[in-house]
């Protein structure tokens, strides 16, 4: 039987807490921790026995996957508090680089031609290895489209390493969708907000796996 890796969802914001509720709503287990050990806490009591609360470093210690649900500007300074445990991770980066515009929108706050996953892997901890992931939807839909009937979602994913692209695979598909590889990472800003993979861009909704398939 294949052994699952263990997860770790850092953070539980409504991005944190849709992958981590995705995940227990199809029996996937998961370490769950955020700053507020009193709301990871919460999380797991209400988990049906599929979430264990944990404090940030004793999460990132015992998962093989750490998904840092954080904003795209916080990367920097989780990766130098927790690099040296960090190390021989596959680390998640779920982040878009975008802020409020002041008209009820929102803004990229890097380059027009620059992407979160290119300089989250830029800073990376020595070792680590990054998945653009789990960003490419907003938090209603990464929730509410989970487990999708007659077809389940897309959720596209980037990476650099094809040793771990079946580990992320999986864990995609233990959310309830299906997992679509865009490429390495330079294709990140396909699937970050405004990219033409994204469902705030040129896409504008969530797709199937033939309809993403025609996209690539």
Do not use: C
Not at 110 to 123: D, H, Q, T, V, Y
Not at 137 to 143: K, M, S
């Amino acid at each position: 039987m294949e052994t699952l890796k263990k997860v770790a969802v850092i953070g539980l914001g409504n991005i944190g807490k849709a992958i981590a509720g995705d995940l227990v709503n199809n029996s996937h287990e998961v370490i769950v921790a955020s700053r507020n050990n009193e709301e990871s806490a919460d999380f797991a009591q209400q988990s049906n026995g599929f979430a264990q609360s944990m404090d940030i470093d004793q999460a990132i210690n015992e998962a093989d996957i750490v998904i840092p649900a954080i904003w795209f500007g916080a990367f920097k300074e989780f990766f130098n508090d927790h690099g040296d445990i960090l190390k021989n991770k596959i680390i998640v980066d779920v982040s878009n680089p975008i802020a409020p515009d002041g008209n009820g929108g929102f803004k990229k706050i890097i380059g027009e031609k620059e992407s979160a996953g290119e300089l989250n892997r830029s800073a990376l901890p020595q070792g680590a290895k990054l998945v653009k992931a789990f960003g490419t939807l907003g938090a209603g839909n990464l929730a509410g489209a989970s487990n999708g009937n007659p077809e389940k979602a897309v959720l596209f994913y980037a990476s650099d390493d094809s040793s771990i692209d079946k580990d992320i695979e999986k864990v995609i598909e233990n959310a309830g969708f299906d997992p679509l590889k865009v490429g390495g990472i330079d294709q990140s800003i396909r699937i970050e907000v405004f990219g033409d993979l994204h469902e705030f861009g040129a896409l504008g909704k969530t797709v199937s796996l033939s309809e993403a398939k025609s996209k690539l």
